[in-house]
């Protein structure tokens, strides 16, 4: 090939290449250096329970490590990671609104963010500090949502049959789904973002548990339904934990992915192993 001819071929190339990564970043796509937006409860925040060890200082948020910050690294990103523990689909929309533990808790006013900081410091709802971040950083191209956990740990505490009659679990299940649309609707419409949106799938806490699994599916199943027609993925972190557990009886906790107590038995949050199966969902969907 003429040397005119081979410039001429890396020229086509090169514009071909601009293309390509110009098309991936207006799909959402996320570059190096770009900027990662999480939303969500304790396990987005990275929360240990007060009885793992060594004891986590609740005073330093930097000591809570969690899967944005694990997908951050890997794939040099900008983390701004929003999440509160306790929080429930309402309460981030609402800082009123019930809350199991980030701004209320049952049977108290009183939540985390009164007495602890978070990774990011804002006033009022998670939600309206997403849409500000957004209009503000036009350049972000991942959003990821982890929410509703709260709302059945909280219909468990306020119920007088814990949360197992069809008609509690349904009036839940359908709060989070409307919930979900409004936050996503706020993204997409009011702060105008047309980057990624990925929705993170929870895990179960026993794979051996039909209950357990069928519970933890269906919430995350009313995250999607809540989600249709935003152009959201979602990442799956139920199927990462499960394939984690395969060879320690189907056991998250055997498998170490979730956090150790000191009374030798487990939490409900991921450990620093767990937290990378999920940073490992998400990746997995960022890089498509």
Do not use: W
């Amino acid at each position: 090939m003429r040397r005119g001819a081979l410039a001429l071929v890396l020229v086509c190339v090169a514009i071909a290449m601009l293309a390509f990564a110009s098309a991936a970043a207006a799909d959402g796509g996320a570059e190096p250096g770009s900027r990662y937006l999480a939303l969500g409860d304790s396990v987005t925040f990275g929360y240990r329970e007060s009885s793992t060890q060594p004891p986590p200082n609740y005073r330093d948020s930097s000591t809570f490590k969690a899967y944005p910050g694990l997908v951050g690294r890997s794939m040099h990103l900008r983390i701004a990671n929003a999440a509160c523990p306790g929080e429930t689909s309402s309460s981030l929309i609402d800082p009123n609104a019930p809350s199991n533990g980030c701004e209320n808790s049952p049977g108290s006013e009183i939540g985390y963010r009164d007495a602890f900081p978070l990774h990011v410091s804002y006033k009022g709802s998670q939600l309206a500090f997403a849409v500000g971040f957004l209009k503000k950083h036009p350049g972000t191209r991942v959003v990821s949502l982890m929410i509703g956990a709260n709302d059945l740990f909280r219909c468990q505490t306020t119920t007088p049959d814990a949360c197992t009659s069809k008609s509690e679990q349904d009036a839940t299940f359908n709060t989070i789904e409307r919930n979900v649309r409004r936050i996503l609707s706020a993204i997409r419409n009011k702060a105008d973002y047309d980057g990624q949106i990925v929705l993170v799938h929870y895990y179960s806490l026993d794979y051996n548990s039909a209950f357990v699994n069928a519970v933890v599916r269906r919430l995350n199943d009313t995250m999607d339904a809540g989600a249709k027609g935003f152009h959201a993925a979602h990442a799956d972190g139920y199927g990462e934990f499960r394939r984690a557990s395969a060879h320690s009886g189907n056991s998250p906790c055997k498998a170490g992915l979730l956090t150790q107590l000191s009374n030798g038995g487990c939490g409900v949050h991921p450990s620093y192993s767990g937290q990378g199966m999920l940073a490992l969902a998400v990746e997995r969907v960022i890089r498509r």
